[in-house]
């Protein structure tokens, strides 16, 4: 494993353990600083983890669309759905 991914992973463990308001925040100045998301890098799962789990056919579709073209909103949801009753 290379020194960048050890400390990106690294870096995502720690992001992992904040709470939702301290992710907020790291969002926020992330977007002040004038970044996108698109500009971090998706961590690879461990060998273990992706064979225990590994991606579907729509998973595995999706990840090839976002690296052919990381900066892409064309699959993001602007809105968001309430579903009330029995499912």
């Known amino acids: 494993m290379m020194k960048a991914e050890t400390d ?43 064979s225990q789990c590994p991606g579907s056919y729509a998973q595995r579709r999706q990840w090839f669309l976002w690296e052919l073209d990381r900066a892409s909103t064309a699959y993001h949801i602007a809105g968001g759905l309430r579903l009330q009753g029995e499912v």
Do not use: C, N, T
């Open 8 to 50: 990106f992973q690294q870096l995502a463990e720690r992001f992992s353990s904040l709470s939702p308001e301290q992710r907020q925040a790291v969002y926020k100045k992330i977007r002040a600083g004038g970044l996108g998301m698109e500009r971090f890098p998706v961590l690879r799962r461990s060998e273990s983890l992706r």
